[in-house]
């Protein structure tokens, strides 16, 4: 009898060229597929809630696939935990619905960005955030953050593949918050969908603003350089 299981995976996305299964490639969509179809013994797709860039991560990227094995929720976690490297982790595994999508059903998924402001980034820091220890204007980056908040068509903060697709490239925002943390600066974004790219260009906008290269109301028609990709995690998907 067929099974359809959810998962929620945490990984380091330094290692790994994104979420999407590419030939000859490390991603994460490839691992856990592996992983997967060695427990069924048969192939399995892995469908996620999204596809993460090439270095960024994960919190609690939420994943789904179809299984045979009678094997219990709690024994396939632990089972795949320990197949997998330990850059990725699985954090939970349930029972889902047989119809459940973890793309199409997600109503929010939630974005940070973070930003090392000291002149000398940790080493232990490094590989999570962007040093960017330069001069900004930080409270012009808090006020532009807002205006992302609500319905737009973020066509302009797409990645030039997504640029040419027919699909609709409006989006809402439900918050855009940029806060100083001590030496960071943490940009949390949550909305009902993302184009590719979108957060960093995001990012890379409000730098720009920082700068004093960029307007405020000029922002939701104009993108900035694309930020690095290994300040970015997913924080959440809600269903």
Known sequence: MSRRIRITVAY?????HGWQLQPALPTIQGVLEEIVTGIEGSPVRVEGSGRTDAGVHAMAQVAAFTLENPIPVDNLRRAMNRLLPASVRILRVEEADATFHP???AVAK???YTIFREEVCPPIEWRYVYHHPYPLNEEAMKTAARVYEGEHDFSAFAAADNRDEPVSKVRTIFSSVLERHENKLIYTVRGNGFLKHMVRNIVGTMLEAGRGNIAPDALPKKSGRTAPAKGLTMVGVEY
């Not at 380091?12 to 790994?16: F, L, R, S």
Request: hydrophobic share 10%.
């Open 110 to 112: 939630t974005y940070r």
């Open 12 to 16: 380091d996305g330094t290692d790994y």
């Open 103 to 105: 793309r199409f059903d």
